[in-house]
């Protein structure tokens, strides 16, 4: 998953969290997180607002798509316990922890102190619809 680069504040979203909340959570391993997300594309929130839409491809590929925005062809890789992405247009890793809750994903991003976290809110089994500058020509 791709941030923006400038995160939303999300201090009210940290405040409304117990503390110890995301220190209890175990992240998952590259086998657990290949074996769950590898054929879906799944729907990411922030604080109940809609980041992001990541379709996940055989051999750790990806494609993001921030809404209403094109899409970034990507792959990914475990290291130090993370899930780390590497997009077309970013030469730096974006690393997130990501976890089980409820039966859906939830991400921390790694790189940022307020704490970016994502919930998985909707996933399916369709190819993301991706927007590009071609579209229609």
Not at 112 to 118: F, I, R, S, V
Request: include cysteine.
């Amino acid at each position: 998953m791709l941030l923006p680069s400038r995160p939303a504040p999300v201090l009210a979203l940290a405040l409304l969290l117990p503390p110890l909340a995301a220190a209890a959570q175990t992240p998952m391993t590259a086998t657990e997180f290949e074996a769950y997300a590898t054929g879906k594309t799944l729907t990411y929130a922030q604080g109940g607002t809609i980041f992001g839409t990541e379709q996940y491809l055989p051999n750790r590929r990806v494609r993001w798509a921030f809404t209403a925005q094109e899409c970034q062809e990507g792959h990914w890789y475990e290291a130090d316990s993370q899930i780390c992405f590497v997009y077309e247009s970013e030469s730096d890793p974006q690393c997130w922890a990501f976890w089980q809750e409820g039966g859906r994903l939830k991400a921390r991003f790694a790189g940022d102190p307020d704490g970016t976290e994502l919930t998985e809110v909707e996933q399916s089994k369709t190819p993301l619809a991706c927007a590009g500058p071609d579209v229609g020509v």
